[in-house]
């Protein structure tokens, strides 16, 4: 029991600042040094992390499709993400000959590294943050909307009809969904005092902010996750792919190592999105906790945060592909009337409300 | 009255979206109502239907022998000029000639399985199969001759 | 004449002129269109076809009349069934031959299972089409249902060549009619399901609703039949206004629409399949003994005249016109597809929409692109 | 209206059409020029008022081609057969249908890939489901090709 508890994401980062300490005493060095296997631990667990959701999704979806989904190579199809991975790293990365091949090739590159950048700032575990950032919030609504920049460097620079016009709705549909998700970041911005997700989390000690914001949290969490799923180009809100209408949109013409960055960044910004959506609103590492109720509390406390972090954000991913396997597509201009005539409106409204009840403390 | 409608359109969308998750969510939870039959891995228990039409063969019995005269009435009437008979004349134990079957020639790759040979056949000679896994690597393997080397027509059968 | 490709190029300035198909995901096949657009709206569109046209009709005029049936499958390939039944119709039309009452009612039992397999699979399509991919399965689920009813009794699944001159090759499986009316209860129950998945959700409503209108007049000007003219208000129902096989023996009703929109086209669809299920559901205790074959010679030769059968396909009018001379193959055969009269007013319809509503009128008026190059 | 009535009227417009009534419908046999005006006043007169032209093609006699237009009226539910006879077998011309139903603009044109018919004043006469490349028209009784196989 007294591993368990003391186990954490802290303690080992902790460990290996000190082995490291130990070892290269020029501070710059040291910085340096933990720098690099911190970006390359990152990478590694964001690719892993990718493997597991492309996973995820294919079962997810094959349920629901009442199929099995992969199930041949590797235990339960496991290793089919992997294989399929290899396939793609072996494919030959076509450049069709009339692209602008700077930004053809670059754009797949911006995207990855727009939505790695997100993470940051994010709370994984108690004590356990690579950048505890004091405007956190307002990083991570600017950093996620990067990716637009890599999908119209991609439609643009591939020369071709349709990936133009997927790259232009992906323009309309991101530039008006920011403005939903950054209401309703700013609706808990307004609870907690705080930009710094650090700082947001720990505000949540003593209840989640869906718990105590009640109502007008409820609703901008509602408005958060579906603007999120629009600003992360996820089904329903797919224009930019739009697979009937648009054959595939920005990515018509990548294939191989190219198209597999496209995806990769796809599941980190779906993680990412439902990260943030966790903690601000989901109490992120918080334990569930009921005021009073001491010996409840105490046995959620044993559960580990990280486990805790990873259970609400997998939570939120479940129902952001529910949606991608339940409704059909919106049409681009229903998206828009979407956003301007219902979430902006709403949120900002919400906004108004989640004002007053901070400033009355109405919350509890 | 606008913002009536303006929720009233919220809410019942809001429902029928739910409504939609709710079917997909009961078979996400429901794992026995998966269907999908593991084809290849299943080859022992799969049974195919009589009726089902998969390729044309010709039954022979213990003796080796077939039932085919070498009417031609498969060949006049299949549509795609799947069928192909070749005779020879063959001098039977009395002396007298009669016309038999050299080879029943049966081209798979151009067969539509319409089952009109097996109808317009007048001794039965010709059934259709249950087989349908017809993969092959080079064509050619597809023209088959239906009548087994050395075999014989049916005593009884004109 | 201008050339085709000299043609196609040709545009004005600032003109967007996109290809989809034939190799498209949403063309159900190798259909062409031309479409130009003015940023997201769709100002023209024009189809292009041939890309899968086998000549059927110049084919069948080698064909003895027992044989040119077998084609007419590959044809509608979602309603082999009905064209078999179409082109057997005309034959006994010319030979002025009394089918069987069993033969009638096994017909029309299979044109209807026929009808509802490929209204399903079109549910399937259309919420594919509009990007919801799980309907699709749900509708494979219940169409393998009826693909095994057709696996055995007629031998095949979608090819199944059942109906010879004079009734239908064999008599139904012993098992056929246990097997229909489970299939029917099953089919029966999940038809809330579709509803839940679909017909009520709100994106698909706004998708649907008041997209690609289609008037009275146009769709009888256009020749537009099946579900997509009902939708308009056109009362063009062959099983109605001339019963053939045993459709008169049943009561159904011809469920006529008033919106012209794609919405329309589907809830058509929708109530059109209950209605094959009661057709199915009337037909099948009653099948009367006797024959299922009418006798016929062996070589049948039409006498010199001309002789029209139109038939109700799940997409609407097919008709088959042959003309003999008195041969033992027919001198010219006709068939009007209903899908190449529905795609003639396609452009109309998709006039003024955007590229999204172009899909969702596609799948709507239910497009098979074999039925249309033949 | 009946057969007999249909008959009388027509002639009253066109009398020199020949009928036929040995088939399921009435046929009305005329010449190839004789054809729009009634085909006009058949659609535009309300006593015929046929609406729905619900099959369109071409028969080669081997002498000559004949046009055969399926008429419906939606509203009187009658039907007629009208047949134009083309004499002129190489550079066979008719007048089109398409502006007086929408239909007739792609059979038209499945007629022409087809059969080699120019339809005169058709807004968009190209072949539809041949290359534009193609020679001869595939349903004359004496197209030859050369890749043709017979079984």
């Known amino acids: 029991m007294k591993i368990l508890l003391t186990y954490s994401f802290s303690s080992l980062a902790t460990y290996i600042h000190n082995l490291l300490a130990e070892l290269i005493t020029n501070s710059l060095l040291l910085q340096v040094t933990e720098m690099v296997i911190l970006g390359v631990s990152l990478i590694a667990f964001l690719v892993v992390l990718c493997f597991f959701l492309g996973y995820m999704e294919r079962k997810v979806a094959a349920f629901m499709e009442i199929r099995l989904g992969p199930n041949r190579v590797g235990p339960k199809g496991s290793m089919q993400i992997v294989a399929d991975t290899l396939k793609l790293l072996l494919k030959e990365g076509l450049t069709p000959d009339s692209a602008d091949k700077f930004l053809f090739n670059l754009a797949p590159v911006i995207m990855v590294i727009g939505s790695m950048m997100v993470i940051a700032p994010i709370a994984f575990a108690k004590d356990f943050q690579l950048y505890d950032i004091n405007i956190g919030v307002l990083y991570v609504s600017a950093v996620s909307s990067l990716g637009v920049i890599g999908i119209l460097m991609a ?14 709705r992906s323009g309309a549909q991101i530039v008006s969904y920011e403005l939903s998700v950054g209401l309703s970041l700013i609706s808990i911005v307004v609870l907690s005092g705080s930009l710094s997700l650090g700082d947001i989390v720990r505000s949540q000690e003593n209840g989640w902010w869906i718990i ?62 439902s990260a943030v959506a966790a903690t601000l ?30 259970s609400k954000t997998f939570l939120i991913i479940f129902i952001i592909m529910q949606f991608r396997w339940t409704f059909p597509r919106l049409r681009v201009d229903q998206l828009l009337t979407l956003e301007w005539k219902y979430l902006l409106p709403i949120s900002m409204v919400n906004v108004i409300l989640v004002t007053v009840m901070a400033i009355m403390g109405w919350h509890f | 009255m606008f913002l009536k409608e303006y929720f009233g359109t919220i809410y019942k969308s809001i429902k029928s979206l739910l409504v939609g998750m709710k079917v997909t969510g009961y078979y996400f939870t429901h794992l026995d109502e998966i269907k999908t039959e593991e084809y290849p891995d299943n080859r022992a228990t799969l049974k195919m239907f009589d009726r089902f039409r998969g390729e044309v063969v010709m039954p022979h019995d213990d003796n080796n ?49 319409c089952n009109l040979c097996v109808v317009a056949c007048p001794s039965d000679a010709i059934v259709m199969a249950q087989n349908f896994e017809h993969s092959v690597y080079d064509k050619k393997q597809l023209k088959k001759i239906l009548n087994q080397p050395d075999s014989k027509l049916m005593q009884g059968v004109e | 004449m201008r050339g085709l490709i000299e043609d196609d190029y040709v545009t004005d300035e600032g003109e967007f002129v996109i290809n989809i198909g034939p190799q498209h995901p949403s063309t159900h096949g190798v259909l062409h269109l031309k479409v130009w657009l003015d940023g997201e709206t769709v100002k023209k569109v024009q189809p292009h076809l041939g890309f899968i046209h086998r000549s059927i009709e110049k084919m069948s005029e080698s064909l003895s009349y027992r044989n040119f049936i077998f084609a007419t499958s590959r044809m ?54 509009l990007g919801a991919v799980t309907p699709f399965f749900y509708a494979f689920r219940e169409r393998e249902y009826i693909m095994e009813i057709m696996e055995e009794t007629c031998g095949a699944r979608l090819t199944q060549n059942f109906m010879v001159p004079g009734g239908v090759m064999y008599d139904i499986h012993p098992n056929f009619q246990k097997r229909t009316k489970e299939v029917l209860i099953q089919i029966k129950s999940k038809f809330q399901e579709y509803d839940n998945i679909m017909t009520g ?55 006529l629409g008033t919106g012209g929109d794609c919405y ?49 396909t799940p997409r609407g009018e097919l008709g088959v016109f042959i003309v003999s001379d008195g041969a033992a193959s027919p001198y010219r055969i006709k068939y009007r597809s209903p899908g190449f009269s529905n795609l003639s007013a396609l452009p109309l319809m998709a006039k003024g929409g955007k590229i999204g509503d172009l899909v969702a009128i596609m799948s709507t008026i239910d497009l098979v692109i074999p039925d249309i190059d033949r | 209206m009946n057969t007999e009535e249909l008959k009388s009227s027509i002639s009253n417009i066109l009398p020199s059409a020949i009928y036929d009534e040995t088939g399921e419908f009435l046929n009305v046999n005329i010449a190839s020029e004789e054809l729009y005006p ?30 055969v237009y399926h008429l419906l009226s939606k509203t009187h539910q009658h039907t007629i057969v009208l047949k134009a006879k083309i004499s002129n077998r190489e550079n066979s011309e008719i007048e089109t249908v398409c502006n007086i139903w929408r239909t007739a603009e792609l059979l038209e044109r499945e007629v022409f890939d087809l059969f080699g018919v120019k339809f005169i004043n058709h807004p968009d006469l190209r072949r539809l489901f041949l290359s534009d490349d193609w020679n001869g028209y595939p349903l004359r009784k004496d197209y030859v090709d050369e890749n043709m196989i017979s079984l």
Request: aromatic share 12%; net charge negative.
């Open chain 1, 155 to 168: 439609g643009w620079s591939s020369n071709n009809k349709y990936s133009l016009l997927g790259a232009m």
């Open chain 4, 38 to 67: 009634l085909i006009n006043e058949l659609r535009s007169n309300s006593e015929f008022d046929f609406d729905y032209l619900f099959c369109l093609t071409c028969i080669d006699w081997k002498d000559h081609l004949m046009m």
């Open chain 2, 65 to 113: 022998e077939h039932r085919c005269t070498g009417c031609q009435a498969c060949e006049i009437a299949c549509p795609n000029g799947t069928i192909k008979i070749i005779t020879k004349q063959e001098i039977l134990e009395d002396g007298k000639k009669k016309k038999r079957i050299d080879a029943f020639v049966y081209h798979l790759d151009l067969c539509t399985m």
């Open chain 1, 281 to 310: 609103f989901l109490g992120g590492w918080m334990p569930f906790h009921i005021g009073g109720l001491d010996g409840f509390n105490h046995i959620m406390d044993f559960i580990p945060s990280s486990v805790w972090f990873f």
């Open chain 3, 201 to 255: 959700n709100v994106i698909f409503e706004n998708r649907t609703k008041g997209v690609g209108f289609l008037s009275k007049e146009d769709a009888i000007s256009y020749g537009v039949t099946g579900p997509t003219a009902r939708a308009s208000g056109v009362s063009c129902d062959i099983r109605k206004l001339i019963p053939y096989s045993a459709y008169d023996q049943v009561q159904f009703d011809e469920i």
């Open chain 3, 76 to 129: 509608d390939y979602l309603a082999a069934h009905i064209n078999n039944e179409a082109c057997a119709l005309t034959v006994e039309k010319g030979l002025q031959l009394e089918v069987p009452d069993r033969a009638k009612y096994i017909r029309t039992i299979l044109a209807e299972l026929t009808r509802l397999q490929s209204h399903l699979l079109w549910w399937g399509c259309t919420g594919l089409d």
């Open chain 1, 212 to 273: 105590k914001g009640h109502i007008p949290v409820i609703i901008s969490f509602v408005i958060f996750i579906i603007a999120s799923t629009a600003e992360i180009n996820r089904a329903p809100f797919d224009m930019a792919e739009a697979e009937q209408e648009l054959t595939g949109g920005f990515h018509t013409e990548y294939a191989g190592m190219k198209f597999a960055m496209f995806l990769l960044s796809e599941y980190i910004n779906l993680f990412v999105v």
């Open chain 3, 264 to 312: 329309a086209r589907y809830m058509i669809r929708m109530h059109e399949m209950k209605q094959s299920v009661s057709i199915i559901e009337q037909l099948i205790d009653n099948i009367p003994e006797g024959e299922f074959q009418a006798k016929t010679k062996n070589v049948i030769k039409l006498p010199k005249g001309e002789f029209y059968q139109r038939v109700e």
